[in-house]
């Protein structure tokens, strides 16, 4: 699992010292919902566990090999 430091620009606390808030820049925001899954679909989700049981397996047809995709994308070297 990788970790983002989230440089937080102000960080509101409570009468306690407790964080209640902290504001980031957007474009880190992003990189953290795009690192942990979380801007992806129910479907999306459900084909990432079902490659990783695949894998997991060892049903190997079920990916497509490197020679394969580079044909559907058309890369000829």
Not at 12 to 18: A, Q, V
Not at 35 to 42: E, M, P, Q, S
Not at 52 to 77: H, I, P, Q, W
């Amino acid at each position: 699992m990788s970790v983002i430091a989230l440089e937080a620009e102000t960080i509101h606390y409570n009468r306690e010292g407790k964080p209640t808030e902290v504001v980031i820049p957007y474009s880190k925001y992003i990189e953290f919902v795009e690192a942990y899954g979380l801007d992806l679909t129910k479907e999306e989700e459900e084909g990432i566990l079902e490659a990783e049981a695949d894998l997991a397996a060892g049903n190997k047809e079920a990916f497509a090999s490197m020679e394969e995709v580079r044909r559907e994308f058309g890369y000829t070297k």
